[in-house]
Nanobody, 119 residues
Framework: QVQLVESGGGLVQLGGTLRLSCAAS????????MGWYRQAPGQQRELVAT???????NYADSVKGRFTISRDNAKNTVYLQMNSLKPEDTAVYYC?????????????WGQGTQVTVSS
């Protein structure tokens, strides 16, 4: 059983910053990609950023230059530093991890954390 616990969401004004954290726990044999997705009301869930265990990162065009994803592999934790936030960044942000567990490779999701940017 693997659990992803997110923290760091909240309410911030236009141009503000937030830092999200997601820690994975449980019986983890290997951790592959970790990342963040978001879902705004009435919208589909979309990729925000991902990072491989080797450090390769990928960002949605809408957040490039403003958001930075990083990982602490020793702690199985992924972070998302969000700067210059805009109202259109308002969404529930979900942590995602590609994990090797006892029964094989599985995708796991966190419970989500709300990010609200006011104008």
């Amino acid at each position: 059983q693997v659990q992803l616990v997110e923290s760091g969401g909240g309410l911030v004004q236009l141009g503000g910053t937030l830092r999200l954290s997601c820690a994975a726990s449980g019986t983890i044999f290997a951790m592959y990609a970790m990342g963040w997705y978001r879902q705004a009301p009435g919208q589909q869930r979309e990729l925000v950023a991902t990072a491989t265990s080797g450090g390769t990162t990928n960002y949605a065009d809408s957040v490039k230059g403003r958001f930075t994803i990083s990982r602490d592999n020793a702690k199985n934790t992924v972070y998302l530093q969000m700067n210059s936030l805009k109202p259109e960044d308002t969404a529930v942000y979900y942590c995602h991890a590609d994990v090797l567990v006892r029964v094989g490779r599985r995708m796991h999701w966190g419970q989500g954390t709300q990010v609200t940017v006011s104008s």
